[in-house]
């Protein structure tokens, strides 16, 4: 089928963002990070200063603020009121309060209606390839291609380690730390219904995204 839509889920550290680059450009399909999403609503909220514990303070921090987020592998871009942040969502600051914003319905259903809006566009060129944590079960649910992608701690540790440039050990502790926060608002442990789930511990990039790919042609 043309255009297919793809929902990659997992853990920190699994591998989730390379993985779906690489499949993107290989398709021609679009990319969009929700985590960059999440991160960048988190980095309006703690500009805007507002209480974090409330849903409707970060909702108007959000309103007030524009907030965009690119869906081309070439340029994945977050904007904060016309300025590039991609290096600054990444920053422990908003890591450390990303899963507080994120664990706030009314937030997510804001979020959640954005990544909907920019994935039916793109069923009309060239599909696209979804990163997150509850894409393939409510975001995408009619998702062509669910996949939920792990690895074990030490490998999820030392991978996210290399991307921001700290310690295996400091990184081991923020994941597992996330990791239990995010579980009480999506199940990042866990694969959807319907997930082909894939290991990636001992498979370097393209044996994972050629797995993708025989998956994506089997269905014909
Ligand atoms: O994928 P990444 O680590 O950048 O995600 C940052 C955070 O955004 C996660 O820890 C989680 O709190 C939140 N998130 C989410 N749902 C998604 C994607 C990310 O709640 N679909």
């Known amino acids: 089928k043309n255009n297919p839509v793809v929902a990659i889920d997992g853990p920190s550290g699994a591998g989730k963002s390379t993985t779906a680059k690489t499949l993107a450009t290989a398709i021609g399909a679009g990319y969009l990070d929700t985590g960059a999403m999440y991160r960048a609503a988190t980095l309006a909220a703690l500009d805007a200063e507002v209480d974090l514990s409330s849903a409707d303070e970060i909702l108007s921090a959000l309103n007030e603020a524009k907030l965009e987020i690119g869906t081309t592998v070439e340029d994945p ?46 069923r009309k060129k060239g599909g696209i390839v979804v990163e997150g944590r509850d894409i393939a079960e409510v975001v995408a649910p009619e998702a062509d291609l669910k996949v939920y992608l792990t690895a074990d701690e030490k490998a999820r540790a030392s991978r996210r380690a ?59």
């Open 162 to 220: 290399l991307e921001i440039g700290a310690t295996a050990s400091d990184t081991a502790e923020d994941i597992k730390r996330r990791d239990k926060a995010d579980s009480k608002t999506t199940k990042p442990m866990e694969a959807a219904d319907g997930a082909h789930v894939i290991d990636s511990t001992k498979l370097s990039v393209v044996e994972v995204v050629a797995k993708l790919l025989a998956l994506l042609n089997d269905r014909g």
């Open 77 to 122: 871009y977050a904007r904060l009121n016309g300025e590039s942040v991609d290096l600054e969502i990444r920053t422990e600051r908003v890591t450390a309060a990303v899963s507080q914003v994120a664990g706030h319905k009314k937030v997510r259903e804001h979020l959640i209606s954005e990544q909907k809006a920019a994935i039916n566009a793109a």
